[in-house]
């Protein structure tokens, strides 16, 4: 099958975030992706200082989820929209899950929040596993995938035979200027994403902002590590590969020994 990450601008509101989610969701339906992740907190943004998310009620943010429904089933796609969320009383960053009828699976929370976010969103305690056209699937957002290996390994070992990772890591102002995928002088976040995919023998799927300096490249990486997609830096797009789910057998996470650690 094959699978997208989307490479987005920053949304200048919520409604422009949709649009631009329409029209990436159609480029990667029209080279056949059955499933698109998009970036962090997408709807509205994900709240920085150097930019100004707008700030949205429960009922604007179940709004904007519906014209996402919409969008999927009218590109017979599925579609991963990491976003703002209020439930139970809680403010979370999750991740929504939407089928290619339109039909709302359920969502992913941030449960391992970095410690910057701490005063703006409330930390999800719950795991789920997902599955759409027969493949089954996990989500880590951000700093869990990147500094939580046991995120990614929840989902490897019971069945998923990929890991999406929608990101944050980018700046309109300053940072480094990366080139090639994974060199050696990159920051450490595609070579942890690398080690994802290697430790658990799945395949990972990252999705980030199309920014002025990103610190890694969306992209879709093989259960043996190698890369073998990615948007080109600072370009807004969408990276379609043709994944073989045969090798992603999840043999590495399978003999985990879980047990022997107390």
């Known amino acids: 099958m094959k699978i997208a990450v989307a490479t987005p601008p920053y949304p200048k509101s919520l409604d422009d975030g949709i649009t631009q989610l329409e029209k990436l969701s159609k480029d990667a339906a029209v080279q056949q992706a059955e499933i698109i992740c998009f970036p962090e907190s997408y709807l509205p943004g994900y709240p920085v200082p150097e930019y100004h998310p707008e700030e949205c009620s429960q009922g604007q943010l179940q709004a904007a989820l519906d014209s996402v429904c919409r969008i999927a089933a009218d590109n017979n796609i599925a579609i991963i929209i990491p976003m703002d969320w209020y439930d139970d009383g809680k403010f979370l960053n999750v991740a929504q899950v939407i089928s290619n009828k339109g039909e709302a699976l359920g969502y992913q929370s941030k449960n ?8 703006i969103w409330q930390p999800g305690t719950e795991r789920r596993l997902f599955e759409v056209n027969g493949i089954k699937f996990g989500i880590t957002i951000c700093h869990e995938g990147f500094r939580y290996p046991e995120a990614t390994r929840w989902s490897a070992v019971r069945g998923a035979q990929i890991v999406f990772h929608p990101t944050f890591s980018a700046s309109e102002h300053e940072g480094p200027t990366l080139t090639e995928w994974g060199h050696k002088d990159n920051p450490y976040y595609e070579k942890a994403q690398m080690l994802r995919a290697m430790e658990n023998t799945i395949y990972f799927a990252a999705s980030n902002y199309a920014s002025k300096y990103p610190e890694s490249a969306s992209a879709i990486i093989a259960p043996d590590g190698r890369c073998i997609a990615y948007q080109p830096y600072r370009q807004t ?8 789910l045969e090798q992603a057998t999840g043999l590495l996470a399978k003999r985990f020994k879980a047990d022997t650690y107390g």
């Open 112 to 119: 391992q929040l970095d410690p910057s976010e701490d005063p």
């Open 237 to 244: 797009g969408v990276t379609v590969a043709d994944i073989d």
